[in-house]
């Protein structure tokens, strides 16, 4: 089933002289199974959209629709350890979260408390760690004796083996170098194509561009657009308006076409499929 916002505004510190409206009216419906990236500046109301979706923040009107769950403002969701094992958040930095003795530990901590056997536990550990590359010798290692790149992994482990069927990524590459990132993504990509509903909060449009199916763009609390990457990104006047980064590589590719090479954008998604346009337009060889 898909995620469903219906008039959903939420207000941080009503009826306080810091009242600050976060969400305004926003309507959308992300599709199950899809890849949607959310975009906008800083405090356009992207991180607080997200946690309305595992009900870490409860609407101040409207309703928010997961799988069977209605989410409300005051509901009380009897089944609320039930809908966050389904949906899954990924914090920037979720490395810090960490805090047991071993990493199989960390990962275990939560099917521990929804009541699984050890046999469970022991089977979801294990392809938890397969899935984010983390070997299994590891998994008897504390995780403050791994690298960054690695302890990030654990934490998503611990998250996988929940068996979520949406994935909430809030800036799930800060900090990371260029190969860690990219590696990270990958597996993000690899996951959305095993059917988990892939929901990426970020400021990276390079990201956007070669991973999402849809994207959202917020502004002021408020929806601006809902469509595909190359929508967003062909729509100039969307762009200045909201200040929006153009990827590097789309960037390349229009002053290209501004030089008289026939350039299909929609085929446009990184270097690599770049440098393929180039070579339709010189009659060479696609790699």
Known sequence: MPIKFENVSYTYLPNTVFKTEALKDVNCEIKEGSFTAIIGHTGSGKSTLVQHINALLLPTSGTVFVEDYKIFPNSKLKQIKKLRSKVGLVFQFPEYQLF??????????????????????????KDAAKLVGIDEELLSRSPFELSGGQRRRVAI?????????????????????????????????????????????????????????????????????????????????????????????????????????DIDLGKVKDVKTLADEIALNKGGKQS
Do not use: W
């Open 100 to 125: 047991e003795e071993t990493c199989y530990k960390d990962i275990a901590f939560g099917p521990k408390n929804f009541g699984k056997t050890s046999e469970e536990i022991d089977v979801l550990v």
């Open 157 to 261: 482990a611990g998250i996988l083996a929940m068996k979520p069927s949406v994935l909430i990524l809030d800036e799930p590459t800060a900090g990371l170098d260029p190969r860690g990132a990219r590696e990270m993504m990958d597996l993000f990509s690899r996951l959305n194509k095993q059917g988990i509903t892939v929901i990426l909060v970020t400021h990276d449009m390079d990201y956007v561009l070669r991973y999402s199916e849809l994207v959202i763009v917020m502004s002021e609390g408020m929806l601006k657009a809902y469509d595909t990457p190359l929508n967003i990104f062909k729509n100039t006047k969307l762009c200045k308006e909201l200040n929006l980064e153009l990827p590097t590589v789309f960037s390349f590719a229009n002053k290209l076409i501004e030089k008289g090479l």
